[in-house]
């Protein structure tokens, strides 16, 4: 099988990168060979369908706005109405989940080549992600595991905070790497290290 | 201008596209009555006051809210999910 | 002059020089200096030419009121103008400039403008300059003569023409409390919100914390103020919960308590680190704001009030208690309230001498005669001053008695000498922001000022913003605003009391011929001017704003509003809170272009890429803007134009095959147990009857029949359709589609999910396109049978799995063929060497143009929002067994009307190009402006015909074909002879595609 290409290219330079005299603010990664499947309940299914979320992926949410949950490389999380991410470095995602969800519960639709998945770690992270999101990242207010759908000028993103100073930023692949250039810029000031 | 998401919570209004007037009715598909398919596609009221108007939060879950808004003051009275406030007439 | 720096005091590091450059000449500070406290700190007291009349300007503030000491900062070719000594801080290496004055400060040409003062009072420009030209020297005529000379003559700073090569970025913040301003009122709200546990946001325009305690002499808990301030923020500052900005404005309040700032974050820094943007522009969205913004002193106006020397009291007492810098050495005060006598206390403990102390009023309290006997000061109590006497800086003043009732002056005129007088008329609360998000402000009789208007969002004003005074009652009141349930321990205060009521006297107007007496500096708006406004039938504070420019330049009348108010009132024989006044606007202050900007600028514009961009750039495309997306315009051989290269492009795709990237459309995955009908509602056309793995050519209006988009939807399943859009509509399209589920039919079982981004497209389109399918597809045939016209199926090349669909936008055989957006260039990259031996070429968007307009295919060109399917001979698209969007109003009258533009061919007849855009006219020689019966949408040259070409929408179209007409296009100087022809230029019968 082939390997899915990179959208970020050439842009994506490991290494250290900014005002790193200071330490190392942020980490940038991609996240590579994911399975990226969502699934979409009717709006009288959803509790049914986190069920067999949980059952083919061992993540159980409950039904409230942006709930989520990480283990490991696997995650999941609602971003609207009905409608959840799961992501998992397992080739068999989609099929696990289409065994487990039948069409009058609900639909799937995978995205795993149309999503990059970018994870940004360490102390400034926060900080890195204010400057390019109207959202208020502080724990309180967006916890471990929950998702977030916003966007930044035309990109969108789905973010989930996968631990207390590392998120997963879901960007459209063709405006991956443009936003990974933007992302840079902006963790310059902190120092940010790629890979 | 702020607009309290019923999924997504407050977000800015750059993340949200107008979709135009909610307190219409759009007519029986199959009518012909120019007259009623013109004030729907056409007549706006424009009150200062109170508007019942469709907000799609485009950068956030996708969902038309219906958002009562005064048109002078930017307050918002209520938001919700147009899909659940849509009454029956309406459903054309 | 004689302004100088004090031996003790201020806030500065005078261990530490700094060498700096004004006007090309060299000077030392300290840090924590600013421009203005340096300049005075070295005798500098001339800081610019006034606005219109270019009169001498100096100091006059000591803060972001400044309206008359602005520069222009210039870093190499960056020139910063309009920035306000006061604020701006010193730093190694800086370079400042004077502003409005040619050829120097010192020797100002355009200073004989005082000569012409009648020439530039209120109107001037509306009296002379508009309306028809009468005579040569009025009207517009007249203006366009003179505009250069008076663009040179008034106005404030140049901007530079360079690039600012700075950074500048956004910050999203979120608190429960802002508060706004570190003054005692600040300090002891944010303690008291903060001890809450609530999220705080401090924000602070000045790099230190303390507002008016860093000057106000007094003693807080017995200790130094400034010291005592200094130790608050520093615990604040380190509270968990607190973030505490400073050289930080906010300068809009907006809707839903968001309010906007500038953190000046390296301005004043010689040397960034790498990537620290210079300014960062914060949105802070708050629970509740505290607007601990203060107040302003007020000038009394009175003739001869804008000569280098006069200024504020209170500024007076700022330079020497932050900077150590005496503002003159033999100062005077002239006010109408108790706060001069504070400043000359401070003063004087400051080891400044104050000779002469001037008071409208007669009676004042014993603390006030005991403060002037104690500083040694004459006081002329019942007098006002009337004159000023300098060459470019104040020498001395002329007072006379003055009665504060009737407003008369009366007596001999006495010259004292003095070479700065400080100048109190009064204090009003800094109340901007609050009327930004707030009612009308209200008048207080008793501070003789506009205090906060009723709340229209969740704010407070605290302290002298409140119109609270004095220290002690500033303390207490900002401790009830910081929090109902907390309530903090107050501090002792040991200050002398004051009475906060000033004599409303806003202005000194003697009989007789007087010096010009001015209200606003910036703008050089004198009283005339505005007794002129009052004549002249502007008497409402909106016209005399705009009448006489009043309060309008960068200062925003922060200093001049409340004088100026005053004399329209006393005009009027009105009381000030019947004349009104402006709502405050944001900004506050200021906004460099660049902040609002942010990381949006330049390069930094996001671009979409297709999956196969990377393989289009080592080929050597030209890539084009098309929205956000970079796509291949040509791929051009060595020493080709463009034109050649997209007809080669053509040619090959017509005579053998081609290749074109079209991951660009718009693809919606569409899914549940009503698609099917839901789709039959949104297109004009049935898609309810397409077998699974077929696909549809659809066309979609909008409400009111007209034209919206159009593309192919694939059935995948029986519940699954995969719809293509156009480009650039594929936004659009997706909108419009949820709005009818959501707010129409939520009773239907669809979902929808854009999938623009999951799938890489490759259209191969050409007579041997089907050849090259068989030559590298496997896991099925792409023979006639198994893949006809619109057919779909799912296939192999190599492993990459495939979806290949057999349709048409060039007029050949055809398919479009997707996979997995990840695959892409592997796809791409197998395809163009299976179509090697077959001569294959990757074409771009010209070419791609070039095939459609020969096939008379729309797109966004002719799909502009006006045309309907029967303008574009699309009727054959609108089913009569359903109804769906846009069927009710597609009968109206006018959408059938004859007298419509309607789609046409064009054939060039001078072999010459025709251009996008031009009219179609029936002149054979150009003329303006002629009857225009139509435009071009698109042109291009046909290899195909061996002409040049184009497609056009022209009225009564389809029965004008076979006539001539001219394609012109004046603006290009274009006028040539086409033959309206059908759209369909070539293989009108679709044999081709077929084949
Ligand atoms: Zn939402």
Redesign the interface.
């Known amino acids: 099988m082939a390997e899915i290409d990179s959208p970020l290219g050439s842009n994506y330079i490991a290494g250290e990168h900014g005002n790193v005299a200071a330490g190392i603010g942020v980490s940038l990664a991609e996240r590579r060979n994911l399975s990226i499947i969502q699934v979409t309940a009717w709006p009288n299914t959803i509790p049914t369908v986190l069920t067999a979320i949980g059952s083919a992926t061992g993540l159980i949410i409950d039904n409230k706005p942006g709930l989520g949950r990480v283990a490991g490389e696997k995650s999941v999380f609602g971003f609207a109405p009905g409608r959840f991410l799961v992501t998992a470095a397992s080739a068999d995602l989609e099929t696990r989940l289409r065994s487990a969800i039948s069409a009058d519960l609900g639909t799937i639709v995978p995205l795993t080549h149309g999503r990059c998945v970018i994870r940004i770690a360490g102390p400034a992270s926060e900080w890195v992600l204010s400057k390019l999101f109207a959202l208020d990242f502080s724990e309180h207010a967006f916890a471990v595991g929950h998702g977030r759908a916003t966007l930044h000028h035309d990109i969108h993103a789905l973010i989930q905070r996968v631990d207390q100073d590392a998120f997963d930023l879901y960007i459209f692949r063709t405006f991956a790497r443009s936003f990974w250039t933007i992302l840079g810029h902006a963790a310059e000031e902190v120092g940010y290290r790629v890979g | 201008m702020i607009i309290k998401c019923p999924y997504c919570g407050p977000r800015d209004v750059i993340e949200f596209v107008y979709q135009g007037d909610a307190s219409r009715t759009r007519p029986e598909p199959a009518s012909t009555d120019q007259a009623e398919w013109n004030r729907y596609v056409y007549d706006r009221a424009n009150p200062s006051g109170s508007h019942r108007e469709y907000w799609l939060h485009s950068g956030g879950c996708r969902q038309h809210l219906l958002v009562v808004r005064d048109m002078s003051s930017h307050a918002i009275s209520s938001v919700s999910f147009a899909r659940e406030n849509t009454s029956s007439g309406d459903r054309r | 002059m004689t302004s100088s720096r004090l031996n003790t005091g201020g806030r500065i590091e005078r261990s530490r020089t700094i060498r700096f450059i004004f006007d090309g000449k060299a000077y030392t500070g300290h840090p924590g200096d600013t421009l203005a406290s340096a300049l005075l700190a070295n005798g500098v007291t001339l800081f610019g030419r006034s606005f219109k009349y270019h009169r001498p300007r100096g100091v006059f503030a000591a803060g972001s009121e400044e309206p008359n000491a602005l520069v222009t900062l210039i870093d190499g070719e960056v020139r910063e103008p309009n920035v306000r000594a006061t604020e701006a801080e010193i730093h190694d290496g800086l370079v400042a400039e004077s502003q409005n004055r040619f050829p120097s400060l010192e020797h100002d040409l355009m200073a004989v403008n005082q000569l012409a003062g009648p020439l530039f009072s209120a109107g001037f420009y509306y009296k002379t300059f508009m309306g028809p030209a009468i005579g040569p020297l009025r009207g517009t005529r007249f203006w366009m003569f003179c505009e250069k000379f008076i663009r040179r003559a008034a106005g404030l700073g140049r901007a530079g023409m360079a690039a600012d090569p700075d950074r500048y ?6 608190c429960d409390v802002l508060v706004v301003g570190t003054g005692p009122a600040g300090l002891i709200a944010a303690e008291t919100a903060a001890a809450t546990g609530a ?1 705080v946001i401090i924000a602070e325009e000045r790099p230190v914390a303390g507002g008016s305690l860093v000057s106000s002499g007094e003693l807080i808990d017995g200790r130094n103020p400034a010291v005592w301030a200094r130790e608050k923020a520093e615990l604040l500052a380190g509270l968990p919960n607190v973030r505490f900005l400073t050289r930080t404005t906010v300068w809009g309040h ?5 309010l906007a700032a500038i953190e000046h974050v390296a301005d004043f820094k010689p040397n960034r ?5 210079r300014q960062r522009h914060w ?1 802070i ?1 708050t629970g509740k704001t505290i607007l601990a913004t203060g107040a302003f002193e007020r000038p009394i106006v009175f003739p001869g009030n804008d000569r280098p020397g006069v200024m504020l009291a209170d500024a007076v007492r700022r330079f020497a208690m932050e900077y150590g810098v005496a503002a003159g050495s033999n100062i005077a005060l002239f006010t109408n309230n108790d706060s001069a006598y504070d400043v000359a206390r401070t003063l004087s403990q400051a080891g400044v001498g104050i000779g002469t102390i001037i008071d409208v009023r007669t009676d004042i309290s014993g603390t006030c005669r005991d403060i002037a006997d104690v500083a040694g000061a004459e006081l002329l109590l019942g007098h006002a001053v009337t004159a000023t006497h300098a060459g470019k800086t104040l020498s001395s003043i002329t007072v006379q008695h003055f009665n504060a009732q009737t407003g008369r002056v009366s007596g001999a005129p006495r010259e004292i000498k003095t070479d700065c007088l400080g100048v109190s008329g009064g204090w009003s609360p800094a109340i901007h922001l609050a009327s930004q998000a707030g009612g009308k402000p209200e008048w207080d009789e008793d501070l003789q000022a506009f205090l906060a208007p009723e709340a ?1 969002q969740n704010w407070v004003v605290a302290g002298s913003a409140a119109g609270y005074m004095d220290t002690i009652s500033v303390l207490s009141d900002a401790a009830t605003k910081g929090s109902a349930k907390h309530r903090a321990a107050l501090p002792t205060v040991d200050a002398p009391m004051f009475d906060a009521s000033p004599a409303p006297v806003y202005q000194i107007e003697p009989d007789g011929k007087t010096q010009k007496a001015f209200v606003d500096l910036q703008h050089d708006v004198t009283a005339d001017d505005i007794r002129l406004a009052y004549r002249e039938g502007f008497h409402s504070v909106e016209h005399l704003k705009r009448y006489t420019t009043l309060g309008m330049a960068t200062d925003q009348g922060k200093t001049s509003n409340v004088p100026g108010l005053a004399i329209m009132a006393d005009a009027r024989q009105i009381p000030i809170t019947a004349a009104g006044t402006t709502r405050f606007r944001p900004p506050f202050t200021p906004v460099s272009l660049g902040a609002l900007a942010g ?2 600028y330049g390069d ?1 514009r ?6 196969i ?2 393989w289009h750039l080592s080929a050597g495309a030209t890539m084009y803007d098309a929205g ?2 970079h796509r291949p315009m040509i791929y051009g051989s060595p020493g080709e134009t463009i034109e050649q290269a997209y007809i080669r492009e053509a040619r090959t795709v017509r005579d053998s095959v081609g290749i074109v990237d079209v ?1 660009t459309l718009g693809k919606i ?1 569409i ?3 009503d698609a099917a009908e839901f789709l039959d ?1 949104v297109y004009t056309n049935m898609f309810s009857t397409l077998p699974i793995g077929k696909a549809r050519y659809g066309l979609m209006l909008r ?2 029949g007209i034209v919206f988009d159009d593309g192919t939807t694939w059935r995948l399943g029986q ?1 699954q359709f995969l719809m293509t859009t156009t480009t650039a509509n594929a936004g659009p399209v997706m ?1 419009h589609l ?2 009818y ?7 239907l ?1 669809v ?1 929808l ?1 854009s ?6 497209g490759a259209a191969i389109a050409g007579p041997k396109s089907r050849a090259v399918l068989e030559s590298c597809v496997t896991a099925s045939k792409v023979d006639d049978a198994t893949l006809p016209f619109m057919g779909i199926v799912h296939a192999r090349i ?3 799995p495939v979806m290949i669909c057999r349709l048409s936008f060039s007029g050949e055989l055809a398919y479009e063929v997707y996979c ?7 796809m791409w990259e197998a395809l163009i060497s299976a179509g090697t031996p077959f001569g294959i070429v990757p074409y771009g968007l010209e070419a791609l143009g070039t095939l459609r307009i020969e096939k008379g295919h729309v797109t966004g060109a002719e799909i502009d929002g006006r045309t309907t399917a029967h303008d574009l001979h699309l009727d054959w698209m609108l089913s009569k067994k359903k ?1 769906f969007i846009g ?3 597609l009968g ?1 009258e006018g959408l059938q009307d004859n007298n419509r533009l309607s789609l046409v061919g064009l054939i060039s007849l001078d072999n010459q190009p025709i251009n996008g855009g031009s009219h179609i006219v029936a002149d054979a020689t150009p003329r303006e402006p002629a009857d225009s019966f139509g435009h071009v949408t698109a042109a291009c040259y046909s290899p195909a015909l061996g002409k040049y070409v184009a497609l056009a929408l022209v009225k009564h179209g389809s029965s004008m074909i076979g006539r001539r007409a001219y394609a012109s296009d004046l603006l290009r100087d274009k006028h040539g002879p086409v033959e309206i022809v059908s759209h369909h230029m070539f293989d009108r019968e679709g044999s081709r595609m077929h084949g």
């Open positions: 970025e956004r910050m999203n913040a979120y999220r907006y809707d839903g308590n968001v680190t790498e990537g620290q943007p949105v969205r229209h990381e949006r930094l996001p671009h979409r890429l297709t999956p961009h990377d956000l997306w991951s995955d899914q549940g147990p509602r409400e009111d519940d909108q949820e709005y589920l959501d707010c129409i039919w939520p009773d079982r979902h999910t999938v623009t981004d999951v799938w890489a190599g492993d990459i997995g957006a990840g695959f892409g260039t592997a109804p069927s009710a109003m109206r």
